[in-house]
């Protein structure tokens, strides 16, 4: 996932890239594990990863928001080497749509594998 991960958290958070710690930094078989210890510890929030499938996500009527951002991983439409991170929303019944992609270049992603939704911990708050 590069700094694509780490680029989408600061745009979601609305904060500078520098403020997101680089999580593959301190161990790259646990990245993912820092990920969710940041996000407990900085924002009282977790992401819950599904496999992307349109037929179950589009349109997305089951969650109580009429939009929601989430982080789509997938595979970019150039260098197919590794995971490319993006901020993706659905608002109300219409489709996942891309809104943000980090890459200087904006290459997209070409197939999306995953999307992560943002899932607070405190039930009935």
């Known amino acids: 996932v590069e700094n694509s991960l780490e680029a989408c958290l600061a745009s979601v958070f609305e904060l500078p890239l520098a403020k997101i710690p ?46 929601c951002f989430c982080l789509v991983l997938g595979m970019p439409a150039k260098d197919r080497a590794h995971l490319h991170c993006c901020v993706g929303l659905f608002k109300g019944e219409e489709a996942l749509q891309i809104v943000h992609d980090p890459h200087p270049k904006k290459i997209g992603i070409a197939k999306i594998k995953y999307v992560a939704f943002f899932a607070s911990n405190k039930l009935g708050e």
Do not use: C, G, N, R
Request: glycine share 0%.
């Open 22 to 67: 680089i999580f593959a930094e301190k161990d790259t078989k646990k990245w993912w594990f820092s990920v969710q210890e940041w996000l407990m510890s900085e924002k009282d929030l977790y992401l819950f990863v599904t496999e992307y499938k349109p037929s179950l996500h589009t349109p997305l009527i089951h969650f109580p928001s009429p939009s």
